[in-house]
Protein backbone atom coordinates (compact mmCIF):
# COMPACT_ATOMS: atom_id res chain seq x y z
CA UNK A 1 0.00 0.00 0.00
CA UNK A 2 1.41 3.32 -0.96
CA UNK A 3 2.34 6.27 1.63
CA UNK A 4 2.46 8.51 -0.76
CA UNK A 5 0.16 11.70 0.15
CA UNK A 6 1.35 14.56 -2.22
CA UNK A 7 -1.21 15.90 -3.92
CA UNK A 8 1.81 17.50 -6.55
CA UNK A 9 5.62 17.16 -7.41
CA UNK A 10 6.64 20.96 -7.00
CA UNK A 11 10.42 20.29 -5.69
CA UNK A 12 12.33 17.97 -3.83
CA UNK A 13 12.21 19.93 -0.71
CA UNK A 14 8.61 19.52 0.35
CA UNK A 15 9.23 15.56 -0.29
CA UNK A 16 10.47 13.52 2.92
CA UNK A 17 12.91 10.65 2.56
CA UNK A 18 10.00 8.29 2.62
CA UNK A 19 8.64 9.79 -0.87
CA UNK A 20 11.77 9.94 -2.08
CA UNK A 21 12.39 6.22 -1.55
CA UNK A 22 9.22 5.53 -2.54
CA UNK A 23 9.30 6.97 -5.78
CA UNK A 24 12.49 5.16 -6.57
CA UNK A 25 11.35 1.93 -5.30
CA UNK A 26 7.98 2.25 -7.71
CA UNK A 27 10.41 3.38 -10.81
CA UNK A 28 12.22 -0.01 -10.43
CA UNK A 29 9.00 -1.22 -11.45
CA UNK A 30 8.32 0.58 -14.50
CA UNK A 31 12.21 0.35 -15.94
CA UNK A 32 12.27 -3.09 -16.05
CA UNK A 33 8.44 -2.83 -17.79
CA UNK A 34 10.12 -0.18 -20.00
CA UNK A 35 12.88 -2.23 -20.91
CA UNK A 36 10.66 -5.61 -21.28
CA UNK A 37 8.83 -6.37 -25.22
CA UNK A 38 5.38 -5.10 -24.13
CA UNK A 39 6.28 -1.84 -22.43
CA UNK A 40 2.44 -0.76 -21.83
CA UNK A 41 0.34 -0.73 -18.95
CA UNK A 42 -3.48 1.07 -17.71
CA UNK A 43 -2.47 2.26 -14.48
CA UNK A 44 -3.36 5.79 -15.85
CA UNK A 45 -6.08 4.70 -18.04
CA UNK A 46 -9.25 7.13 -18.86
CA UNK A 47 -6.69 9.79 -17.26
CA UNK A 48 -5.24 13.21 -19.01
CA UNK A 49 -2.07 14.55 -18.79
CA UNK A 50 -0.99 18.31 -20.45
CA UNK A 51 2.20 18.83 -21.02
CA UNK A 52 2.78 22.76 -21.08
CA UNK A 53 6.20 23.62 -21.67
CA UNK A 54 6.85 27.52 -21.93
CA UNK A 55 10.57 26.67 -22.40
CA UNK A 56 12.43 24.75 -25.37
CA UNK A 57 12.94 21.25 -24.05
CA UNK A 58 13.73 17.67 -25.93
CA UNK A 59 14.38 15.58 -23.06
CA UNK A 60 12.01 16.03 -20.60
CA UNK A 61 8.89 16.68 -22.51
CA UNK A 62 9.93 13.70 -24.58
CA UNK A 63 10.11 11.79 -21.59
CA UNK A 64 6.69 12.82 -19.71
CA UNK A 65 4.97 12.38 -22.81
CA UNK A 66 6.42 8.64 -22.98
CA UNK A 67 5.66 7.81 -19.13
CA UNK A 68 2.21 8.85 -19.38
CA UNK A 69 1.13 6.92 -22.63
CA UNK A 70 3.02 4.24 -21.42
CA UNK A 71 0.67 4.55 -18.50
CA UNK A 72 -1.93 4.53 -20.64
CA UNK A 73 -2.93 8.14 -20.38
CA UNK A 74 -4.00 10.78 -22.93
CA UNK A 75 -1.40 13.42 -23.41
CA UNK A 76 -1.68 16.63 -24.78
CA UNK A 77 1.40 18.84 -25.56
CA UNK A 78 0.56 22.38 -25.37
CA UNK A 79 3.46 23.95 -27.88
CA UNK A 80 3.53 27.41 -26.39
CA UNK A 81 4.38 28.71 -29.44
CA UNK A 82 1.50 28.34 -31.14
CA UNK A 83 -0.98 28.85 -28.39
CA UNK A 84 -3.23 31.54 -26.65
CA UNK A 85 -0.48 32.68 -25.15
CA UNK A 86 0.95 34.37 -28.06
CA UNK A 87 -1.67 36.49 -27.82
CA UNK A 88 -0.63 37.97 -25.03
CA UNK A 89 -3.11 35.84 -22.58
CA UNK A 90 -1.94 35.37 -18.78
CA UNK A 91 -0.57 32.73 -16.96
CA UNK A 92 -3.12 32.35 -14.66
CA UNK A 93 -6.09 32.54 -17.70
CA UNK A 94 -3.96 29.82 -19.52
CA UNK A 95 -4.02 27.28 -16.57
CA UNK A 96 -7.78 28.35 -15.51
CA UNK A 97 -8.40 27.29 -19.37
CA UNK A 98 -6.80 24.30 -19.09
CA UNK A 99 -7.99 23.03 -15.68
CA UNK A 100 -11.75 23.72 -17.07
CA UNK A 101 -11.20 20.91 -19.59
CA UNK A 102 -11.08 18.42 -16.48
CA UNK A 103 -7.25 17.24 -16.48
CA UNK A 104 -5.62 14.96 -14.04
CA UNK A 105 -2.24 16.24 -14.35
CA UNK A 106 -0.46 19.30 -15.38
CA UNK A 107 3.02 18.59 -16.25
CA UNK A 108 4.86 22.40 -16.27
CA UNK A 109 8.01 24.38 -16.88
CA UNK A 110 8.54 27.79 -17.06
CA UNK A 111 11.49 30.48 -17.10
CA UNK A 112 10.27 32.38 -13.72
CA UNK A 113 10.37 30.68 -10.42
CA UNK A 114 7.76 29.32 -8.42
CA UNK A 115 5.32 29.42 -11.04
CA UNK A 116 4.13 25.72 -10.33
CA UNK A 117 4.27 26.54 -6.76
CA UNK A 118 1.79 29.14 -7.49
CA UNK A 119 -0.42 26.97 -9.92
CA UNK A 120 -0.95 23.95 -7.71
CA UNK A 121 -3.34 26.17 -5.58
CA UNK A 122 -5.35 27.24 -8.85
CA UNK A 123 -6.08 23.43 -10.51
CA UNK A 124 -7.80 20.92 -9.03
CA UNK A 125 -5.42 17.89 -10.90
CA UNK A 126 -2.01 17.05 -9.67
CA UNK A 127 0.75 19.47 -10.94
CA UNK A 128 4.48 18.34 -11.41
CA UNK A 129 7.42 20.85 -11.95
CA UNK A 130 9.56 19.94 -15.02
CA UNK A 131 11.81 23.01 -14.38
CA UNK A 132 11.27 26.13 -13.23
CA UNK A 133 14.10 28.78 -14.07
CA UNK A 134 16.78 28.12 -11.85
CA UNK A 135 14.69 26.81 -8.77
CA UNK A 136 13.79 23.45 -8.90
CA UNK A 137 13.80 20.29 -11.48
CA UNK A 138 12.63 17.25 -8.94
CA UNK A 139 12.09 15.02 -11.98
CA UNK A 140 15.56 15.53 -12.73
CA UNK A 141 17.55 14.97 -9.00
CA UNK A 142 15.03 11.91 -8.69
CA UNK A 143 16.23 10.18 -12.15
CA UNK A 144 19.43 10.83 -11.16
CA UNK A 145 19.50 9.42 -7.90
CA UNK A 146 17.88 6.21 -9.41
CA UNK A 147 20.97 5.79 -11.53
CA UNK A 148 23.07 6.54 -8.55
CA UNK A 149 21.63 3.77 -6.71
CA UNK A 150 21.41 1.20 -9.50
CA UNK A 151 24.83 1.57 -10.17
CA UNK A 152 26.38 2.14 -6.75
CA UNK A 153 23.99 -0.09 -4.52
CA UNK A 154 23.39 3.17 -2.30
CA UNK A 155 23.53 7.11 -2.33
CA UNK A 156 24.28 6.51 1.76
CA UNK A 157 27.75 7.35 1.93
CA UNK A 158 28.79 8.41 -1.75
CA UNK A 159 30.70 11.70 -2.49
CA UNK A 160 29.24 13.57 -5.11
CA UNK A 161 30.64 16.34 -6.82
CA UNK A 162 28.47 19.02 -9.07
CA UNK A 163 30.80 21.09 -11.74
CA UNK A 164 29.54 23.93 -13.04
CA UNK A 165 27.04 27.25 -13.49
CA UNK A 166 25.60 25.99 -9.92
CA UNK A 167 23.61 29.84 -9.44
CA UNK A 168 21.72 28.84 -12.32
CA UNK A 169 20.94 25.28 -12.11
CA UNK A 170 17.85 23.96 -11.07
CA UNK A 171 19.18 20.57 -11.41
CA UNK A 172 21.94 21.17 -9.09
CA UNK A 173 19.42 22.92 -6.50
CA UNK A 174 17.26 19.69 -6.82
CA UNK A 175 20.05 17.39 -6.47
CA UNK A 176 21.51 19.34 -3.76
CA UNK A 177 18.05 19.04 -2.04
CA UNK A 178 17.56 15.45 -2.77
CA UNK A 179 21.21 13.90 -1.73
CA UNK A 180 21.51 16.05 1.39
CA UNK A 181 18.21 13.96 2.99
CA UNK A 182 20.29 10.52 2.04
CA UNK A 183 23.58 12.09 4.20
CA UNK A 184 25.65 12.07 0.88
CA UNK A 185 28.64 14.10 0.91
CA UNK A 186 27.95 16.69 -1.86
CA UNK A 187 30.87 18.77 -2.82
CA UNK A 188 30.49 22.00 -5.30
CA UNK A 189 33.17 22.99 -7.57
CA UNK A 190 32.77 26.36 -9.93
CA UNK A 191 34.45 29.76 -10.82
CA UNK A 192 33.37 32.13 -7.66
CA UNK A 193 30.89 33.83 -10.64
CA UNK A 194 29.19 30.87 -10.99
CA UNK A 195 28.43 30.85 -6.91
CA UNK A 196 25.11 32.35 -5.90
CA UNK A 197 25.73 35.66 -3.31
CA UNK A 198 24.18 33.01 -0.48
CA UNK A 199 25.87 30.05 -1.15
CA UNK A 200 26.62 29.28 2.19
CA UNK A 201 22.80 28.47 2.88
CA UNK A 202 22.88 25.17 0.15
CA UNK A 203 24.98 23.83 3.26
CA UNK A 204 27.65 22.11 1.30
CA UNK A 205 31.32 22.65 0.46
CA UNK A 206 32.37 24.41 -2.21
CA UNK A 207 36.20 24.55 -4.23
CA UNK A 208 37.40 26.80 -6.96
CA UNK A 209 39.59 24.02 -8.51
CA UNK A 210 38.23 20.72 -10.07
CA UNK A 211 41.24 19.27 -9.16
CA UNK A 212 40.41 19.85 -5.37
CA UNK A 213 36.66 19.48 -5.47
CA UNK A 214 36.88 15.83 -7.83
CA UNK A 215 38.95 14.03 -5.41
CA UNK A 216 38.23 10.98 -3.82
CA UNK A 217 34.41 11.80 -6.18
CA UNK A 218 31.87 8.43 -6.59
CA UNK A 219 29.85 10.88 -8.97
CA UNK A 220 30.39 13.87 -10.79
CA UNK A 221 27.57 15.67 -12.40
CA UNK A 222 28.35 18.24 -14.94
CA UNK A 223 26.12 21.00 -15.96
CA UNK A 224 25.66 23.39 -19.10
CA UNK A 225 26.10 26.86 -18.85
CA UNK A 226 22.82 28.55 -18.16
CA UNK A 227 23.85 30.88 -21.40
CA UNK A 228 19.90 31.56 -21.12
CA UNK A 229 19.74 32.82 -17.78
CA UNK A 230 23.24 34.58 -17.75
CA UNK A 231 23.17 38.70 -17.25
CA UNK A 232 25.09 40.80 -19.89
CA UNK A 233 28.65 40.86 -18.28
CA UNK A 234 28.13 37.52 -15.42
CA UNK A 235 30.18 35.47 -17.24
CA UNK A 236 33.86 37.20 -18.12
CA UNK A 237 35.53 34.12 -19.66
CA UNK A 238 35.80 32.74 -22.81
CA UNK A 239 34.90 29.27 -23.38
CA UNK A 240 38.34 27.96 -24.16
CA UNK A 241 39.67 29.38 -20.51
CA UNK A 242 36.38 27.66 -18.79
CA UNK A 243 37.02 24.78 -20.64
CA UNK A 244 40.54 24.60 -19.82
CA UNK A 245 39.81 25.73 -15.77
CA UNK A 246 36.19 23.63 -15.21
CA UNK A 247 35.96 21.48 -18.45
CA UNK A 248 35.66 17.92 -17.34
CA UNK A 249 38.45 16.15 -19.27
CA UNK A 250 40.03 12.48 -18.27
CA UNK A 251 43.36 14.08 -16.66
CA UNK A 252 40.74 15.94 -13.99
CA UNK A 253 38.72 13.04 -13.60
CA UNK A 254 42.08 10.08 -12.40
CA UNK A 255 41.37 12.76 -9.26
CA UNK A 256 38.25 10.76 -8.33
CA UNK A 257 37.72 6.87 -7.81
CA UNK A 258 38.51 4.58 -10.42
CA UNK A 259 35.11 3.43 -10.88
CA UNK A 260 33.85 6.99 -10.96
CA UNK A 261 30.56 7.72 -12.88
CA UNK A 262 30.09 11.19 -15.11
CA UNK A 263 26.28 12.51 -15.31
CA UNK A 264 24.94 14.95 -16.95
CA UNK A 265 21.30 16.03 -17.25
CA UNK A 266 21.97 17.35 -21.16
CA UNK A 267 21.80 19.03 -23.19
CA UNK A 268 25.51 19.07 -23.13
CA UNK A 269 27.92 21.31 -25.25
CA UNK A 270 30.95 18.93 -26.26
CA UNK A 271 34.32 19.96 -25.11
CA UNK A 272 32.99 23.10 -22.93
CA UNK A 273 31.73 21.86 -20.10
CA UNK A 274 33.00 18.15 -20.53
CA UNK A 275 35.64 16.85 -23.36
CA UNK A 276 33.60 14.45 -26.10
CA UNK A 277 36.16 11.89 -25.13
CA UNK A 278 35.02 11.46 -21.43
CA UNK A 279 30.73 11.78 -22.51
CA UNK A 280 31.53 9.12 -24.66
CA UNK A 281 33.56 6.83 -22.41
CA UNK A 282 31.09 4.15 -21.91
CA UNK A 283 33.23 3.18 -18.57
CA UNK A 284 32.52 6.47 -16.86
CA UNK A 285 29.69 8.07 -18.48
CA UNK A 286 25.71 7.03 -17.81
CA UNK A 287 24.03 9.97 -19.71
CA UNK A 288 22.21 7.65 -21.64
CA UNK A 289 21.16 5.44 -18.50
CA UNK A 290 20.35 8.72 -16.89
CA UNK A 291 17.70 9.32 -19.99
CA UNK A 292 16.31 5.66 -20.16
CA UNK A 293 15.67 6.48 -16.48
CA UNK A 294 13.77 8.93 -16.73
CA UNK A 295 10.83 7.25 -18.21
CA UNK A 296 10.89 5.42 -15.31
CA UNK A 297 10.89 7.33 -12.65
CA UNK A 298 8.28 9.83 -14.57
CA UNK A 299 5.46 6.88 -15.04
CA UNK A 300 6.05 6.25 -10.66
CA UNK A 301 5.81 10.10 -10.24
CA UNK A 302 2.13 10.01 -12.30
CA UNK A 303 1.33 6.32 -11.27
CA UNK A 304 1.58 7.76 -7.49
CA UNK A 305 0.31 11.00 -7.93
CA UNK A 306 -2.66 10.35 -10.35
CA UNK A 307 -3.06 6.80 -10.65
CA UNK A 308 -5.90 4.68 -8.97
CA UNK A 309 -3.52 1.35 -7.60
C1 LIG B 1 18.20 20.74 -17.75
C2 LIG B 1 17.14 21.80 -17.57
O1 LIG B 1 16.38 22.10 -18.48
O2 LIG B 1 17.11 22.32 -16.47
N1 LIG B 1 17.98 19.84 -18.77
C3 LIG B 1 17.09 18.82 -18.62
O3 LIG B 1 16.00 18.99 -18.14
N2 LIG B 1 17.51 17.60 -19.00
C4 LIG B 1 19.57 21.31 -17.75
C5 LIG B 1 19.96 22.28 -18.81
O4 LIG B 1 19.15 22.79 -19.58
O5 LIG B 1 21.16 22.55 -18.87
Not at 61 to 70: G, P, Y
Not at 212 to 229: K, T, Y
Not at 233 to 260: C, I, Q, T, W
Amino acid sequence: MSQFAQKHLLDIERLCLIDVKEILDRADVFVAQNSSSFRKSAQLAGKTVVNLFYEPSTRTRTSFELAAKRLGADVINVSVDSSSVKKGESLSDTIATINAMQVDAIVIRHKENGVPQFIAPLVKGAVLNAGDGSNEHPTQALLDAYVMRQRKGKLEGLRVVICGDIEHSRVARSNINLLKKFGVDVRLVAPSCFYPRDVDKLGVPVFETMEQGIENADVVMMLRIQHERLAEGEFAMSLKEYHDRFGLNHAKLSKAKPDVMVMHPGPFNRNVEVTSAVIDDPKHSVVLEQVEAGVGVRMACLDLLIGTG
